[in-house]
Protein backbone atom coordinates (compact mmCIF):
# COMPACT_ATOMS: atom_id res chain seq x y z
CA UNK A 1 0.00 0.00 0.00
CA UNK A 2 1.18 3.39 -0.82
CA UNK A 3 1.77 6.28 1.42
CA UNK A 4 -0.18 9.15 -0.09
CA UNK A 5 -0.28 12.98 0.33
CA UNK A 6 -3.61 14.58 -1.39
CA UNK A 7 -3.49 18.38 -1.93
CA UNK A 8 -7.20 19.99 -3.04
CA UNK A 9 -9.88 17.88 -0.72
CA UNK A 10 -12.75 19.79 -2.65
CA UNK A 11 -15.57 18.51 -4.76
CA UNK A 12 -13.62 16.15 -6.59
CA UNK A 13 -10.13 15.68 -4.66
CA UNK A 14 -12.43 14.96 -1.29
CA UNK A 15 -14.25 12.03 -2.97
CA UNK A 16 -11.01 10.99 -4.54
CA UNK A 17 -8.79 10.38 -1.60
CA UNK A 18 -11.55 8.74 -0.08
CA UNK A 19 -11.47 6.21 -2.42
CA UNK A 20 -8.05 5.87 -2.05
CA UNK A 21 -8.40 5.30 1.56
CA UNK A 22 -11.24 2.89 1.47
CA UNK A 23 -8.58 1.03 -1.07
CA UNK A 24 -6.40 0.86 2.17
CA UNK A 25 -3.57 3.51 0.84
CA UNK A 26 -2.22 5.48 3.76
CA UNK A 27 -3.60 8.65 2.74
CA UNK A 28 -2.52 12.14 4.16
CA UNK A 29 -4.86 15.18 2.75
CA UNK A 30 -4.12 18.97 2.84
CA UNK A 31 -6.42 21.62 1.95
CA UNK A 32 -6.37 25.66 2.41
CA UNK A 33 -9.99 25.01 3.76
CA UNK A 34 -10.51 23.97 7.35
CA UNK A 35 -13.59 22.49 6.45
CA UNK A 36 -12.31 20.44 3.68
CA UNK A 37 -9.79 18.86 6.05
CA UNK A 38 -12.86 18.33 8.98
CA UNK A 39 -14.86 16.48 6.00
CA UNK A 40 -11.48 14.51 5.03
CA UNK A 41 -11.25 13.59 8.33
CA UNK A 42 -14.81 13.30 9.19
CA UNK A 43 -14.51 10.51 6.35
CA UNK A 44 -11.49 8.56 7.65
CA UNK A 45 -8.80 10.37 6.21
CA UNK A 46 -6.13 11.58 8.38
CA UNK A 47 -5.81 15.87 7.50
CA UNK A 48 -2.48 17.28 7.93
CA UNK A 49 -2.35 21.16 9.36
CA UNK A 50 0.44 22.44 6.51
CA UNK A 51 1.23 21.00 2.69
CA UNK A 52 4.93 20.44 4.48
CA UNK A 53 3.27 18.01 7.02
CA UNK A 54 0.79 15.70 3.85
CA UNK A 55 4.24 15.97 1.83
CA UNK A 56 7.44 14.83 3.81
CA UNK A 57 7.76 11.10 3.51
CA UNK A 58 4.88 10.61 0.97
CA UNK A 59 5.89 8.14 -1.71
CA UNK A 60 3.02 9.36 -4.17
CA UNK A 61 1.41 13.51 -3.91
CA UNK A 62 -1.65 13.49 -5.53
CA UNK A 63 -3.20 17.35 -6.39
CA UNK A 64 -6.57 18.60 -7.35
CA UNK A 65 -6.26 22.08 -7.39
CA UNK A 66 -8.41 24.51 -9.53
CA UNK A 67 -6.41 25.87 -11.98
CA UNK A 68 -2.78 26.44 -13.11
CA UNK A 69 -1.45 28.94 -10.91
CA UNK A 70 -2.80 26.84 -8.10
CA UNK A 71 -0.73 23.66 -9.48
CA UNK A 72 2.54 26.40 -10.73
CA UNK A 73 2.30 27.76 -6.55
CA UNK A 74 1.65 24.57 -4.58
CA UNK A 75 3.82 22.22 -6.60
CA UNK A 76 6.73 24.33 -7.46
CA UNK A 77 6.50 27.13 -5.66
CA UNK A 78 8.00 28.47 -2.65
CA UNK A 79 7.39 25.83 0.12
CA UNK A 80 6.15 23.86 -2.45
CA UNK A 81 5.78 20.25 -2.98
CA UNK A 82 9.27 20.17 -4.73
CA UNK A 83 10.68 21.69 -1.66
CA UNK A 84 9.63 18.67 0.85
CA UNK A 85 9.45 15.64 -1.73
CA UNK A 86 12.52 13.48 -1.50
CA UNK A 87 13.84 12.61 -4.99
CA UNK A 88 11.86 9.46 -6.50
CA UNK A 89 8.34 10.72 -5.39
CA UNK A 90 6.04 10.31 -8.03
CA UNK A 91 3.70 13.47 -8.48
CA UNK A 92 0.02 13.10 -10.35
CA UNK A 93 -1.64 16.08 -10.94
CA UNK A 94 -5.24 15.58 -11.69
CA UNK A 95 -6.42 19.01 -12.31
CA UNK A 96 -7.30 20.82 -15.56
CA UNK A 97 -5.29 23.04 -16.41
CA UNK A 98 -3.07 24.81 -19.37
CA UNK A 99 -0.68 22.69 -21.15
CA UNK A 100 2.23 25.26 -20.68
CA UNK A 101 2.03 25.08 -17.34
CA UNK A 102 1.44 21.10 -17.05
CA UNK A 103 4.72 20.74 -18.58
CA UNK A 104 6.85 23.97 -16.88
CA UNK A 105 5.82 22.15 -13.44
CA UNK A 106 7.02 18.51 -14.95
CA UNK A 107 10.32 20.00 -16.28
CA UNK A 108 10.54 21.64 -12.36
CA UNK A 109 10.09 18.27 -10.54
CA UNK A 110 12.31 16.01 -13.13
CA UNK A 111 15.09 18.14 -12.29
CA UNK A 112 14.18 17.14 -8.44
CA UNK A 113 14.13 13.79 -9.29
CA UNK A 114 10.15 13.63 -9.12
CA UNK A 115 8.78 11.84 -11.88
CA UNK A 116 5.07 13.87 -13.14
CA UNK A 117 2.03 12.74 -14.49
CA UNK A 118 -0.82 14.87 -15.75
CA UNK A 119 -3.90 13.20 -15.18
CA UNK A 120 -7.01 15.20 -15.69
CA UNK A 121 -10.37 13.41 -15.29
CA UNK A 122 -13.67 13.74 -16.46
CA UNK A 123 -16.62 11.90 -15.01
CA UNK A 124 -17.66 14.92 -12.73
CA UNK A 125 -18.33 14.89 -8.94
CA UNK A 126 -20.65 11.95 -9.16
CA UNK A 127 -17.82 9.68 -11.06
CA UNK A 128 -15.04 10.86 -8.34
CA UNK A 129 -17.28 9.88 -5.58
CA UNK A 130 -17.88 6.34 -7.28
CA UNK A 131 -14.58 5.50 -8.49
CA UNK A 132 -15.48 5.77 -12.00
CA UNK A 133 -13.53 8.46 -13.41
CA UNK A 134 -11.47 8.37 -16.96
CA UNK A 135 -8.14 9.96 -17.09
CA UNK A 136 -6.53 10.91 -19.44
CA UNK A 137 -2.62 10.62 -18.73
CA UNK A 138 0.72 12.69 -19.86
CA UNK A 139 3.79 12.08 -19.15
CA UNK A 140 6.94 9.15 -19.41
CA UNK A 141 5.96 5.57 -19.66
CA UNK A 142 7.67 4.31 -15.96
CA UNK A 143 5.79 6.66 -14.48
CA UNK A 144 2.59 6.22 -16.07
CA UNK A 145 3.09 2.63 -15.05
CA UNK A 146 3.99 3.23 -11.20
CA UNK A 147 0.23 5.59 -11.20
CA UNK A 148 -1.72 3.43 -12.98
CA UNK A 149 -2.63 0.63 -9.98
CA UNK A 150 -3.85 4.09 -7.81
CA UNK A 151 -5.75 5.64 -11.26
CA UNK A 152 -7.50 2.33 -11.33
CA UNK A 153 -8.94 2.69 -7.50
CA UNK A 154 -10.10 6.40 -8.97
CA UNK A 155 -11.25 5.59 -12.12
CA UNK A 156 -12.25 3.16 -14.34
CA UNK A 157 -10.93 4.33 -17.87
CA UNK A 158 -7.06 5.16 -18.09
CA UNK A 159 -5.72 6.24 -21.57
CA UNK A 160 -2.27 7.26 -21.18
CA UNK A 161 -2.43 9.52 -24.01
CA UNK A 162 1.60 10.88 -24.50
CA UNK A 163 4.03 13.04 -22.70
CA UNK A 164 3.95 15.49 -20.38
CA UNK A 165 0.81 17.55 -21.19
CA UNK A 166 -0.89 15.35 -23.42
CA UNK A 167 -3.61 14.62 -20.60
CA UNK A 168 -4.48 18.05 -20.80
CA UNK A 169 -4.25 18.37 -24.55
CA UNK A 170 -6.76 15.40 -24.68
CA UNK A 171 -8.54 16.92 -21.74
CA UNK A 172 -9.37 20.58 -23.23
CA UNK A 173 -9.81 18.75 -26.87
CA UNK A 174 -12.52 16.48 -25.56
CA UNK A 175 -13.92 19.37 -23.68
CA UNK A 176 -14.21 22.14 -26.36
CA UNK A 177 -16.08 19.00 -28.45
CA UNK A 178 -18.39 18.68 -25.30
CA UNK A 179 -18.78 22.60 -25.46
CA UNK A 180 -19.63 22.93 -29.20
CA UNK A 181 -22.02 20.19 -29.18
CA UNK A 182 -24.26 20.90 -25.86
CA UNK A 183 -25.02 24.30 -28.26
CA UNK A 184 -25.26 22.67 -31.64
CA UNK A 185 -28.30 19.75 -29.78
CA UNK A 186 -29.23 23.08 -27.68
CA UNK A 187 -29.95 25.13 -31.00
CA UNK A 188 -31.56 22.30 -32.48
CA UNK A 189 -34.22 21.45 -30.08
CA UNK A 190 -35.02 25.08 -29.77
CA UNK A 191 -35.61 25.52 -33.27
CA UNK A 192 -37.54 22.02 -33.14
CA UNK A 193 -39.89 24.15 -30.54
CA UNK A 194 -40.29 27.04 -32.63
CA UNK A 195 -41.35 24.36 -36.16
CA UNK A 196 -43.51 22.79 -33.85
CA UNK A 197 -41.68 19.18 -33.55
CA UNK A 198 -42.25 17.91 -30.30
CA UNK A 199 -38.90 17.07 -28.31
CA UNK A 200 -39.36 13.38 -28.33
CA UNK A 201 -39.83 12.81 -31.67
CA UNK A 202 -36.50 14.91 -32.57
CA UNK A 203 -34.71 12.91 -29.90
CA UNK A 204 -36.07 10.00 -31.62
CA UNK A 205 -34.39 10.25 -34.64
CA UNK A 206 -31.43 12.18 -33.72
CA UNK A 207 -29.99 9.94 -31.47
CA UNK A 208 -30.24 7.32 -33.56
CA UNK A 209 -29.53 9.68 -36.84
CA UNK A 210 -26.29 11.09 -38.04
CA UNK A 211 -26.97 13.95 -35.12
CA UNK A 212 -26.29 11.61 -32.17
CA UNK A 213 -23.81 12.56 -29.65
CA UNK A 214 -23.37 12.63 -26.11
CA UNK A 215 -24.58 15.80 -25.61
CA UNK A 216 -27.72 14.82 -27.28
CA UNK A 217 -27.71 11.29 -25.52
CA UNK A 218 -26.69 10.99 -22.35
CA UNK A 219 -27.02 14.29 -21.10
CA UNK A 220 -30.25 15.90 -22.88
CA UNK A 221 -30.29 19.72 -22.56
CA UNK A 222 -34.35 19.27 -22.16
CA UNK A 223 -36.34 17.26 -19.92
CA UNK A 224 -37.74 14.16 -20.50
CA UNK A 225 -35.60 11.90 -23.31
CA UNK A 226 -32.77 10.96 -21.33
CA UNK A 227 -34.65 11.18 -17.34
CA UNK A 228 -31.14 11.83 -15.94
CA UNK A 229 -29.98 14.29 -17.11
CA UNK A 230 -29.57 17.90 -15.35
CA UNK A 231 -32.44 19.20 -17.78
CA UNK A 232 -34.96 17.31 -15.23
CA UNK A 233 -33.96 18.41 -11.90
CA UNK A 234 -33.85 22.42 -12.80
CA UNK A 235 -30.16 22.46 -14.13
CA UNK A 236 -28.84 21.82 -10.64
CA UNK A 237 -25.13 20.94 -11.79
CA UNK A 238 -23.36 18.42 -12.79
CA UNK A 239 -20.45 20.45 -14.38
CA UNK A 240 -21.51 23.98 -13.77
CA UNK A 241 -21.24 26.32 -17.08
CA UNK A 242 -18.14 28.04 -15.00
CA UNK A 243 -16.01 24.73 -15.36
CA UNK A 244 -17.11 25.04 -19.06
CA UNK A 245 -16.50 28.44 -19.67
CA UNK A 246 -12.75 27.59 -18.02
CA UNK A 247 -12.28 24.76 -20.37
CA UNK A 248 -13.06 26.42 -23.44
CA UNK A 249 -10.94 29.73 -22.09
CA UNK A 250 -7.95 27.24 -21.92
CA UNK A 251 -8.78 25.51 -25.59
CA UNK A 252 -8.85 29.27 -26.94
CA UNK A 253 -5.49 29.83 -25.45
CA UNK A 254 -3.97 26.81 -26.47
CA UNK A 255 -5.25 27.43 -30.05
CA UNK A 256 -3.98 31.07 -29.87
CA UNK A 257 -0.28 29.69 -28.78
CA UNK A 258 -0.27 27.07 -31.55
CA UNK A 259 -2.01 29.04 -34.40
CA UNK A 260 -5.15 26.57 -34.83
CA UNK A 261 -8.36 27.69 -36.25
CA UNK A 262 -10.79 26.84 -34.04
CA UNK A 263 -13.74 29.18 -34.84
CA UNK A 264 -16.71 26.76 -33.35
CA UNK A 265 -14.67 26.89 -30.17
CA UNK A 266 -14.36 30.53 -30.07
CA UNK A 267 -18.12 30.79 -30.80
CA UNK A 268 -18.61 28.49 -27.96
CA UNK A 269 -16.65 30.41 -25.67
CA UNK A 270 -18.52 33.72 -26.13
CA UNK A 271 -22.07 31.66 -25.60
CA UNK A 272 -20.40 30.44 -22.01
CA UNK A 273 -19.13 33.69 -21.38
CA UNK A 274 -22.08 35.50 -21.87
CA UNK A 275 -24.32 32.81 -20.26
CA UNK A 276 -22.30 33.20 -17.26
CA UNK A 277 -22.22 36.81 -17.48
CA UNK A 278 -26.00 36.48 -17.25
CA UNK A 279 -26.16 34.69 -14.02
CA UNK A 280 -25.61 31.37 -14.94
CA UNK A 281 -22.21 30.51 -13.81
CA UNK A 282 -23.36 27.94 -11.14
CA UNK A 283 -26.20 26.40 -13.60
CA UNK A 284 -25.39 22.93 -15.55
CA UNK A 285 -23.34 23.97 -18.44
CA UNK A 286 -26.68 22.75 -20.23
CA UNK A 287 -28.90 25.02 -18.95
CA UNK A 288 -27.08 27.11 -21.93
CA UNK A 289 -30.26 25.68 -23.55
CA UNK A 290 -32.34 28.81 -21.71
CA UNK A 291 -29.71 31.36 -22.57
CA UNK A 292 -29.78 31.01 -26.25
CA UNK A 293 -34.10 31.20 -25.66
CA UNK A 294 -33.28 34.70 -24.13
CA UNK A 295 -33.95 33.52 -21.06
CA UNK A 296 -30.94 34.85 -18.93
CA UNK A 297 -28.74 32.82 -16.95
CA UNK A 298 -29.62 30.71 -13.90
P1 LIG B 1 -12.85 22.75 -5.80
O1 LIG B 1 -12.74 24.24 -5.85
O2 LIG B 1 -14.05 22.12 -5.19
O3 LIG B 1 -11.56 22.14 -5.07
C1 LIG B 1 -10.28 22.66 -5.16
C2 LIG B 1 -9.68 22.63 -3.76
O4 LIG B 1 -8.32 23.06 -3.84
C3 LIG B 1 -10.38 23.56 -2.79
O5 LIG B 1 -10.86 22.83 -1.67
C4 LIG B 1 -9.31 24.57 -2.40
O6 LIG B 1 -9.39 24.99 -1.04
C5 LIG B 1 -8.05 23.76 -2.65
N1 LIG B 1 -6.88 24.61 -2.80
C6 LIG B 1 -6.73 25.72 -3.56
N2 LIG B 1 -5.48 26.22 -3.41
C7 LIG B 1 -4.84 25.41 -2.55
C8 LIG B 1 -3.55 25.40 -2.00
N3 LIG B 1 -2.65 26.35 -2.29
N4 LIG B 1 -3.23 24.40 -1.13
C9 LIG B 1 -4.11 23.45 -0.80
N5 LIG B 1 -5.37 23.40 -1.29
C10 LIG B 1 -5.73 24.37 -2.15
O7 LIG B 1 -12.68 22.27 -7.31
P2 LIG B 1 -13.05 20.83 -7.93
O8 LIG B 1 -14.43 20.86 -8.46
O9 LIG B 1 -12.64 19.77 -6.95
O10 LIG B 1 -12.07 20.80 -9.19
C11 LIG B 1 -10.69 20.52 -9.08
C12 LIG B 1 -10.11 20.37 -10.47
O11 LIG B 1 -10.80 19.32 -11.16
C13 LIG B 1 -10.26 21.62 -11.35
O12 LIG B 1 -9.07 21.77 -12.08
C14 LIG B 1 -11.44 21.30 -12.24
O13 LIG B 1 -11.37 21.97 -13.49
C15 LIG B 1 -11.27 19.80 -12.41
N6 LIG B 1 -12.50 19.08 -12.75
C16 LIG B 1 -13.65 19.30 -12.04
C17 LIG B 1 -14.81 18.60 -12.38
C18 LIG B 1 -16.08 18.83 -11.60
O14 LIG B 1 -17.13 18.36 -12.06
N7 LIG B 1 -16.05 19.47 -10.44
C19 LIG B 1 -14.79 17.66 -13.41
C20 LIG B 1 -13.60 17.42 -14.09
C21 LIG B 1 -12.45 18.14 -13.75
Known amino acids: MAKIAFIGLGNMGGPMAKNLVAAGHDVTGFDLFADARLHFAQGGGRAAETLEAAVIGAEVVVTMLPAGRHVADVVAGEAGVLSFAAPGTLLIDCSTIDVATSREVAEKAAQKGVAMIDAPVSGGVTGAAAGTLTFMVGGPDEAFTRAR ?14 AAGAGQAAKVCNNMILGISMIAVSEAFNLADALGLDRQKLFDVSSTA ?13 PGPVPTSPAN ?37 AVYEAFCAAGGDATDFSGVIRHLRGEGGS
Open 233 to 269: RDYQPGFTAAMMLKDLNLARDAAETTGTAVPLGGAAQ
Open 210 to 222: SGQCWALTSYCPV
Open 149 to 162: PLLEVMGKTIVHTG
